[in-house]
């Protein structure tokens, strides 16, 4: 029988996406893993994996179409010795989607699975399958039941040939029907929220200014998005703030006598460290430090993070992404480098997966590069914390009764006040400054 290709939920929070672009026609023969298609999101263009073997049929959604809706038809498989004609007739007359998505990516490690759409129909059960021997799962199924710690081998599967697929996982954790794993589930679940205030009307603003004397600059998917997120966090986290200066001299002298002992491959030195670099992993420590404030609210729970994941703001043409360096507290200051630059570029290539955005156990914004001396970022939930990092300057301060010349920083750390409160925050802030204005710290 026909095999339906949906349009696959990228992210958690994914509702739509657009169809940028095919890489295969009608006609294609395709095997499972095959990349068939790219899709846009508001933060990325992801590539799309094929998980059954067949031909191209009918691509039912064209390339370059906006707005597809998850789940929605896209293309339809025939599979192995059945007509293609028939085959496209069939999946196109189809009334709904295939129970599960034919084409499906990753998922973020620390973010909830989305909920199915319809509860699930009565699985039938099928025989164990022996120890060691192979199960047939799709990427997303064997990422989904990793990340809740669950045993692929006790699901039965409803896909393809006893395939067991995202919907299968969601149904096994939903009814707790599958064999769990020592450790407990990694997703966070986020805390139902109240409803978001929208904002004014159109017609409400436009009537205060004059015909002519304006244009209108559509919303595009990655600005909605921001926009949400940040009404979300204002209305849900109640916001504190605190601020430190920090002095820079012995971190500049490091950064620099680290630069100039670089080995060079190629030509070039290996890695070149920056500030940003030295502050992401001076933030990494202080949480290892302070891991009371390594946390993330949820209604019923605490979450104490074991490492310190930390998400670095990164503007980009429309808005901004945030990728994370993980366990930075373990890594070196030019692995971390390195891993930033390519993180970066990738970002604003829009060509970072979703495990690479989201999550993370805290954020830093840094502005100082753009002359900004002070600022309150937002907290960005499932986070308790967010550094809003200034420009280093020279100041006059005073040392034993003597004013000098220093380079001095002005950070801000935003906090979820439910759960780090002003004196935690004050502690977590002392640590990151010890390690500044003590950067050898950092190297051992």
Known sequence: MPINITMPALSPTMEEGNLAKWLVKEGDKVKSGDVIAEIETDKATMEVEAVDEGTVAKIVVPAGTDGVKVNALIAVLAADGEDVAAAAKGGNGAAAPAPAAKAEAPVAPSAPAAAPAAAPAPVAAQPAKSEGARVFSSPLARRLAKDAGIDLSAIAGTGP?????????????????????????????????????????????????????YELVPHDGMRKTIAKRLVESKQTIPHFYVSIDCELDALLALRAQLNAAAPEQGG???????????????????????????????????????????????????????????QAE??????????????????????????????????????????????????????????????????????????????????????????VDGALGAELLGAFRRYIENPMGMLV
């Not at 993370?360 to 986070?383: D, L």
Request: charged letters at 20%.
């Open 330 to 419: 373990l890594k070196s200051l030019s692995a971390i480098s390195n891993e930033m630059k390519d993180l970066g570029q990738r970002a604003k290539d829009r060509k970072l997966k979703p495990e690479e955005y989201q999550g993370g156990t805290t954020a830093v914004s840094n502005m100082g590069m753009m002359g900004v001396k002070n600022f309150a970022a937002v907290v960005n939930p499932p986070h308790a914390t967010i550094l809003a990092v200034g420009a280093g300057e020279e100041r006059v301060v005073v040392k034993n009764k003597q004013m000098v010349i220093a380079n001095v920083m002005t950070v801000t750390l935003s906090t979820d006040h439910r759960c």
């Open 161 to 213: 040939h006893g395939r067991v697929v995202k919907k299968d996982v969601e149904t096994a954790v939903a009814g707790g029907t599958a064999k769990p794993a020592a450790a407990p589930a990694a997703g966070v679940a986020a805390p139902a929220a109240a409803p978001l205030a929208k904002g004014p009307s159109d017609d409400a603003v436009l009537k205060l200014f004059e015909p002519g004397s």
């Open 268 to 326: 070039k030195p290996v890695y070149k460290l920056s500030v940003n670099d030295m502050v992401i992993k001076a933030l990494a420590l202080a949480l290892r430090d302070v891991p009371n404030a390594n946390v993330s609210w949820t209604e019923s729970n605490m979450v104490k993070h074991k490492h310190a994941d930390v998400g670095v703001a990164v503007s980009i043409p429309g808005g901004l992404i945030t990728p994370i360096i993980r």
